[in-house]
């Protein structure tokens, strides 16, 4: 027997040569393996594969088992959970009964019930937010179940009791912010189901609640409330502060004078106003109703603030393209009020006798014109900038699964076509009018096709 290196040979006896006998080292090329060999390698591949599978196994138990264990320690615990084991017990049954498992929202209230009858015997503060959360709850129930009478009377003894706390300064300056909040909710609720002959109260109470808002953003936020008021803001600058590097410029621009607000606004994550959702919807209903009213003054001022807010804070409380609609609608119908004036005007200067007077209305006249001209092309410019940043007509046909934009798109074009009848563009008013009905009946938007075609009708009368 002779070792070579790790080699191991023998010699045949009946031929004199060496043969290879085994090579030293544990591995073995398949190749050269036995039967036995490779039986043994299959088992020992096997045996690391188990051992290495139970190891993995042990480590995903143990972390299962422990978050299991944390998570039913949690439940028991709730450390997040702001109110007492009596009111949670009925809170859970409560949602549990509202859920799509039960659908019983006759007995979800019952439970919201108890919960505030718990929460009062432990004495629980009324103002509390706790409180008034639940409070809150028991008035969507009646919603649920189409009791609007009982639904409105817990809102407007709710709105009654938060906002004369807030206006006497009797809340807990930790509250103040979310107590406005609820308050915001329940007025801006109480307005949208309020019937004609409460309409005029439920505006202004939702008028005074603005105006609280806005004193206590003097107060805290000062630097918020006078945000892109100047008349250097253009449309343009507002409508584009949902691009990152347009409102980088708009915070240059506009907050120079304010070290906090460009403090403020320079910020990863600033720490906007806790009702500042509530009170945009809040300004949205409300300037709505003024352009109702026909003073569109305000209404612009008020959907220009919400624009602002919503580019800066880059948090849409409102659809975008909605919140576009109604400011370019608010240019337009200060167009139409400018324009009755302007008739008023010349049937005064008609009927007038009187030079120096004459020379009045004149220039009244001529301001009004101004004015008129001014409103609808800002009108004119934010359809077709909305348009634009839909991705163009086609662009925004792409995206037929999304209602409101499909919505906003009619809306543009149609409005648009309007603007162009006004101009006596009658070809260009056709064509917007033939995308408004083309797209508004792939949608099924029903009335803005039957608002297309009695435009349309309109404007074949008046050219025969």
Known sequence: MQRLTNFTFRMNSRTGVYSFLR??????????????????????????????????????????????????????WQPWNPYSKAVSFNLRKALWAESDKEDDYLKALDYYQRALDEAGKEKMEQLDPRYTGIVLKIAEMYEKMGMVDREREVYEKLAEFLFGKLINDDVKDEWKDILIDRDLVVTTRLATLADKPRLKETMDNLLDRLIYCERRIDDKWPFLSNLGANEQVTIEEILDLDERIPRKQFIEKHSSSSPDSKRFLGRWYPKWPYFKENLIRSRDLYAMKEMADKRNDFSIELLKSNLIWMGLSQDYPIYIGTAICNLASAYYMKSERHQLHIGQINRMIKAEEDPNELVNLKMVLKNEQREQEKSITESEKIYKKLIDKMGGVEGARAYEDNAKLQACLCMALYSLGVIELSKDKNGQSKQYFTQAKNIAADAGLIQIVERVDKEMEMEMETTQ
């Open 23 to 76: 090579y030293q080292s544990s591995w073995i090329p398949k190749q050269l393996m036995n039967s036995d060999q490779r039986n043994a390698q299959v088992y020992r591949d096997y045996y690391r594969r188990h051992t290495r599978n139970k190891r993995i196994g042990s480590y995903i138990r143990r972390t299962a088992l422990g978050i299991v264990t944390f998570a039913m320690v949690m439940i028991i």
